[in-house]
């Protein structure tokens, strides 16, 4: 294991750490004049190179001390909506390829809300990764029986039945041949925070052809979401709701 782990991760930092060091010595250049457009081409360039490399260490981090049973876990009474929220905009750009629906009276979840909101924003970056074009992820929640249910549901070539265990050991990456889709943490990762926090995950088919991950955590006694339903169309940014019409939802139950 302890060979896998620095190979692999020797691997997937030399590529972005190059690509920083390369837009960072670009940018430091004296014998090159450089427009407002590339310097800002550069700077993203670094800034996401880099905040790549903090997902792997972060990621490594909480593997760590998941495997040492030392992941200190905080739960407490939470709205799911603001955790959704704060995950979507942690993904930039891409939650606008997300749709959201949530029902009115959704039970408050008790949970470590940043822990959970790491964890939704795997889910959908995940989904997003095997979406294809015209068919963005779903992100839908429901009450059952004293827990709250948070489904995923993509529209991708789904994994077999019997490779679904797979998924969630570390280092392993389904189906991609990218190097930049990652060393196979996420999920390993987000499995064992759910577990933390008396949660669990689980893979399960879309109808109609797709991968469904869903996360179920306790509700909180006693305690429900204020808000009404909230529905946000793959478009607009996540503060935008709106009603769909009954013909355009799509049930990924």
């Known amino acids: 294991m302890r060979t896998a782990l620095l190979r692999t991760v020797s691997h997937d930092l030399r590529s972005p750490l190059a690509a920083a060091t390369a837009a960072i010595s670009g940018l430091r250049a004296r014998d090159i004049e450089l427009a407002a457009a ?8 670094a800034e996401e190179s880099l905040e790549l490399v903090s997902r792997l260490a972060a990621s490594l981090l909480d593997l760590t001390r998941l495997q040492a049973g030392a992941r200190s876990v905080f739960p407490r009474p939470a709205d799911l909506e603001e955790i959704i929220v704060r995950a979507l905009a942690g993904l930039g750009s891409q939650r606008r390829a997300v749709r959201v629906s949530l029902p009115s009276g959704l039970p408050a979840v008790l949970a470590d809300p940043p822990l959970m909101e790491r964890v ?11 979406s294809p074009d015209g068919a963005p ?10 827990r709250v249910e948070l489904r995923v ?20 990456r ?3 041949t990218e190097p930049a889709s990652g060393i196979g943490l996420g999920l390993a990762v987000s499995r064992g ?3 933390a926090m008396r949660g669990t995950l689980e893979p399960d088919e879309t109808p109609g052809g ?5 996360m179920s ?4 006694p006693g305690l429900a979401a204020p808000a009404g339903p909230a529905w946000w169309p793959a478009s607009p940014s996540p503060d935008r709701r709106e009603r769909p019409d009954d013909n355009d939802r799509r049930d990924a139950s």
């Open 153 to 172: 549901a993509d529209r991708g070539p789904g994994v077999p039945p019997a490779d679904r265990d797979r998924m969630f050991a570390p280092f392993q």
């Open 210 to 214: 797709g991968l469904t991950m869903i």
């Open 38 to 45: 590339d310097r800002d081409e550069l700077l993203d360039i």
């Open 193 to 195: 925070l759910t577990e």
């Open 137 to 146: 992820p779903l992100l839908t929640a429901r009450a059952r029986g004293g």
């Open 217 to 220: 955590v306790p509700a909180a």
């Open 174 to 176: 389904l189906g991609d």
């Open 120 to 130: 939704i924003a795997n889910l959908i970056g995940n989904a997003l990764r095997y």
